[in-house]
């Protein structure tokens, strides 16, 4: 059964602009969450989508947004990216939500400058 | 606020050595799961604990639960250069949030 894959592996972007990242769950999995990791704060939740609808959400800004496609595949969106959000960008797919056992990606390494 | 404080936060140790990582908290957790994390990959699920007091072993790793489900604490027997990773613990509180501890940074060194 193939991993959790996410795309784009790395991205520079600049102050201003907007990102979309995209993740493909294990097929099967209707449950996906996105994670922020960064060395001072450490591995954050973002939210969470469950069947195209977005079940839990974490504290984070409006500039982050997410959806879900029927397929379960699930795109994150950061807009007037800020050189705070330089982070990795992880990605969990589970078959039961967030709170069990999770299968992360490899994640999207984004650098703001 | 940081809910979860891991220690140590950094650890070098020679191979066959014993070590414990420690994953403390002042609030109470309904489960307690621990992850690995190694470089340019994503955290992998080791192990969940519920019930205050658990114990559980995988091969030379032993994860325990405290009794008033507040901490754990990870054991690792005759560490091996594979053991080497970020190690994560993760708490879930209430009905949806689960919390990242800081992380404790493992290196074993043949």
């Known amino acids: 059964k193939a991993g959790v894959t996410q795309t784009p592996r790395y991205l520079i972007k600049t102050r201003g602009q907007q990102v979309t990242l995209s993740c493909s769950p294990i097929?099967?999995?209707?449950?996906v969450s996105w994670y922020q990791q960064t060395p001072g704060q450490g591995l954050q939740f973002l939210f969470e989508y469950f069947s195209e609808t977005q079940r839990n959400k974490g504290n984070f800004p409006g500039r982050f947004s997410g959806r879900q496609f029927s397929n379960s595949r699930s795109e994150m969106n950061v807009s007037t990216l800020e050189l705070g959000d330089s982070a990795l960008y992880l990605c969990a797919s589970s078959s039961s939500g967030w709170k069990g056992e999770q299968y992360f990606g490899p994640g999207t390494r984004l650098t703001v400058t | 606020t940081q809910l979860l404080e891991q220690s140590p936060q950094f650890l070098s140790i020679q191979e066959g050595e014993n070590l414990t990582v420690y994953c403390n908290s002042s609030?109470?957790?309904?489960?307690l799961q621990w992850y690995r994390q190694e470089p340019g990959e994503g955290p992998v699920l080791l192990v969940t604990?519920?019930?205050?007091?658990e114990v559980k072993k995988l091969k030379r790793l032993t994860f325990q639960f405290g009794d008033a489900r507040k901490d754990s604490s990870l054991h690792i027997t005759a560490a091996q250069p594979g053991d080497t990773g970020l190690y994560l613990c993760a708490g879930q509180t209430g009905a949806n949030n689960l919390f990242f501890g800081t992380g404790t940074r493992l290196t074993v060194i043949p």
């Open positions: 609030s109470v957790f309904s489960s």
């Open positions: 097929s099967g999995h209707r449950s």
């Open positions: 604990v519920v019930t205050g007091g």
